[in-house]
């Protein structure tokens, strides 16, 4: 994109895609992505992975080795068909074995959305996700307030901070008995909230939690779709220009760079 | 028809109904006519094969035969599409009309495969599956060209909003595409949502997919290469979508098998997801020769079609097809519409690399026979031949009708009960304009459709520069040049109503508007022909009127028609449809971030409109709404004026002249700036004066006529000379209509007409996204 373009129209123009958000040093690190069957935010995974400088590694559900990745992504999509229950299929896929030993030793995990479903399932984050309270698929930008930002996922942003990202789910009702939730806001691990609406009816307005360690984390809504100007978010720089959910994939890498 | 085993047969699954049986016992009487095949139909059949055909094959006829597999009603019209092309059109033109889809060369070696399809009835008898089903069957036409589908778009017509069975078809409807599409991982990008009472009966539900691929991935359907293998793959075949098969099942030996099975197909979008990755990456290994999806009429459209476009012949082995339901007849097998399957032609060589790819996706696959050179579809059940057929005679040459069509004779009559001749009463006050810009705004075929698109996934894949309520969907193709396409569809089935020829081609007009709107430089056209009954004359001229328009509109655009659909019996007794012509325009960008949207965000800007307005309300969303009236003849078709609009438009976008760009369509000028305002809550000044003196009309016609080949833009203050310079010299008629505000402190954000009256930029959202959500909950 020309200099002269840019500065002719106050917005940023669609496409103007910029350094992005590239964390120096981060090329040596490998971040996997997890297909399953019917996964379908994998390739988008990827590309945040790789905008955010570290090498974007697709890993195979059927596989038992994770590939020597420093950080493993479940993508979002409907796995399985979402058949039984959201994630609970997938929970057996041969790699989860693997993924689950990974996040118990410390490395950084992160679902999203089908991926977060995956993690309750697989009893590395507590609690569930349901049909949304009305019943319905729903897709908007999503505003959300950050308040733990001191795990692996999160440190790039800061707590209470308003963030917007896509949100598109069927079944993201977050939901869990009321010592589970006490819990959650008592120790810290409640990652972010629905911010102004909640779109789902999950309890608390909870968009998405983390393990004690803060390297498990899970999230509802898909910071991967608002990580490129001109595909991301509307914005106040632009139509589709918010770029928010970087955060997500530069802490990770920042995490990790400093361990 | 009696089945039962015969005398020494290894196996009870054999029938009678052999080819040899058939030959040896000529006056079986035939249930042809339940079957859907007329007296002639079924002695034509008989001659083709010198015998009474068998029940396999009476059912493979029947299907292939039917108005929605063969066009034989339409087919002799459609021709003009072929005709109507010059070499010009066809230059970027990869694969046109007959295949699965048509593909369009986009540059840097990039083409796109792209159609739109109806599945009306099937969405009225059971709207979520119907719906569902709908957007898989185009799913699997554009994965057949090899091509990787990377968007959906869905034209939807329901009856009355307020209609009880309109609170049971669209949630169902809308459900269905979002539950389906969703699931595939496909961004719905837009589409159309249109109420009309004539829809009552025969709500419309087309879906359009687009695919991309490079030149050389292009897949043909044709079963090339005599001891080829046939292999079918991907969901089992069941007993759903069987339709008319049942005649022939009905006394089948088994009585223990389940009776009752649904008519509309059910669908699995993980299925389909899992067959889409699995297709790409047989593909891409190169293990495949031809391919075919499995839709309508299911084994006996893909058999035949493939063996008929390939070296001629085929044979299979029908007891190897994989069943969900073993009591399943030969006959029911080869009609089912079960979903989610698809046919391969291949290379014995590569057979053990096809089966370990669909090994690893856990895709069923079965190897059915072998392609041939005989000339002759062949079909085997247990050891007897039930099927032996020339496969053209089943695929391509079935009936063609000329049917008779003549001018309604309400034609005249209703041309002249124009709005000045109703003497319908126009709003004279400032306050009655305003009423009536809300109560348009409100209207249910101009109001925001977010209830709607909200449970559409216009994300996934990460590549969507636009979609609704944008003019036009845009999805990047290039991830490093950011080349891409646009994609808009358009049809008005009142001024189709009023004029089918003109419906057509405005149609198209608008189409290509929006497009260009966008931004983009329109290239290829699909169309979904909507009608009702081609046996009623009255309807037939509809039909020939509209393909007569839409042929000439392609040759004024100089863009052809790549491909599409034709729906018939759309209608309820003697209650058809608006005729309902829906086109879809295919642009493309050399860098989708140069995609304009519909609507402002920033204060300051100068709105421009361009192109001339003049009286033209005549099946306006004005008449419709106010009035309910529905006369006179639509506004002029303009091609030359709109291909001058769409260079200024793409220009615009590609020099970074505006900011935002809306075409003027239903609900005119008012309507415009109503949906380019609430797109992102910035409201506007509007002044009309010099609009109004320029075009010697009122304040009423200014807001509300729907005059062609305008559009409104948004323009920032540096970029006012160049783009005013650029219109001068092009010599299209321009002119400042207002400015670009969102309020302050004193005055709220608003739309403000100059001297004439304001509203609120709150009461207006208010207005105009309330509509569904009060409707529909």
Redesign the interface.
Known sequence: ?SA???M????P????RGDGGAIPGADALRVGVVQF??T??D??AL?AVTLSGAQAVPLWH?DDSLSDVDAVILP???S????LRCGAIARFAPLMTAVVDAAKGGMPVLGICNGFQVLCESHLLPGALIRNDHQ?????DQELVMENTDTTWTRDYSTGETITI?L?N?EGGFVADPATLDQLEDEGLVVARYHGFNPNGSQRDIAGITNARGNVVGLMP?P??AV?A??GT?SAN???AGVDGQGFFTSALRSLLSA | MTTTASPGASSDKRVKETVEFAAQNPDVEQPFAELGLKHDEYLKIRDVLGRRPTSAELAMYSVMWSEHCSYKSSKVHLRKFGDNVTDDMKKNLLVGIGENAGVVDIGDGWAVTFKVESHNSPSYVEPYQGAATGVGGIVRDIISMGARPVAVMDQLRFGAIDHPDTARVLPGVV?GI??YG????LPNIGGETVFDPSYQGNPLVNALAVGVLRHEDIRLANASGKGNKVVLFGARTGGDGIGGASILASESFDDSKPSKRPAVQVG????E??LIECCLELFHADTVEGIQDLGAAGISCATSELASNGDGGMHITLEDVLLRDPTLTPEEILMSESQERMMAVVRPDKLDEFLAITG???VEASVLGEVTDTGRLVIEWHGDVIVDVPPRSVAHDGPVYERPFETPSWTESTQKNTVAAAGLTKPATDDELRETVLTLAASPNLCSKDWI??????????????AFPDDAGVI?VD?QS?RGIALATDANGRYCFLDPAEGAKLALSEAHRNVATSGARPLAVTDCLNFGSPEDPEIMWQFAQTVEGLSSACLDFGIPVTGGNVSMYNQTGTTAILPTPVVGVLGVFD?????I?SGW??PGQTIYLLGTTGDELDGSAWADVVHGHLGGVPPRYRPEAERELAEILINASR???I?AAHDLSEGGLAQAIVESSLR?GAGARIWVTELLERDGIDLFTALFSESTARAIVAV?R??EVRFSDMCTARGFPFVRIGMTDVGDEDHPNSLEFVDHFTIGLDELAQAHNGTLPHQFG
Request: charged residues 30%; proline residues 5%; contains cysteine.
């Open positions: 994109m002269r373009v840019a002719a129209t106050a917005a123009l669609v496409g103007d069957p019917g379908l935010d390739r988008d590309r059927g979002g999509g409907f399985y068909g979402d058949y319905r698929f729903i897709c908007r896509p598109k069927g898909h991967e779709h490129e001109g595909f509307d632009g139509m589709r | 459900g979002s539950g969703n699931s595939l991982g699995d979008p993980f299925a997801k899992v690893k996706w856990e698109t909200q449970q559409f996934d216009r994300y996934v894949q990460g590549n969507t520069a636009l990047r991830e950011g860098d989708v971030g140069r995609a949207p965000r920033l020099d970074g002249m900011d992102w920032p540096s970029e």
